[in-house]
Nanobody, 114 residues
Framework: QVQLVESGGGLVQPGGSLRLSCAAS????????MDWYRQAPGKQREWVAR???????SYVDSVKGRFTISRDNAKNTVYLQMNNLKPEDTAVYYC????????WGQGTQVTVSS
């Protein structure tokens, strides 16, 4: 069974960058399409980015051109490089496979504030 551990969040000023990591256990990791989500205070969880097995990627419109999803199958890890961060990117960020596991990781907090 795949387990997910997110890390890399923190406090950053507007315009700054962060790289999030999602370490996944389980030998089937390389066969999973992987997603990043985020949940801002008082809002529903929102899908952010997807990495397909053929290397194709897709993003929610609000992060296109600023965020990049990638993966390293040798490390069983998926990344989210976030550049030019904005206050509205403040949220807890989660990863999950497709279809999603019922048990989500603990997430990693990203706060964008001056």
């Amino acid at each position: 069974q795949v387990q997910l551990v997110e890390s890399g969040g923190g406090l950053v000023q507007p315009g700054g960058s962060l790289r999030l990591s999602c370490a996944a256990s389980g030998s089937a990791f390389s066969r999973n399409v992987m997603d990043w989500y985020r949940q801002a205070p008082g809002k529903q969880r929102e899908w952010v980015a997807r990495f397909y097995n053929d290397g194709w990627t897709s993003y929610v419109d609000s992060v296109k051109g600023r965020f990049t999803i990638s993966r390293d199958n040798a490390k069983n890890t998926v990344y989210l490089q976030m550049n030019n961060l904005k206050p509205e990117d403040t949220a807890v960020y989660y990863c999950n496979k497709v279809p999603p596991l019922p048990k989500w990781g603990q997430g990693t907090q990203v706060t964008v504030s001056s």
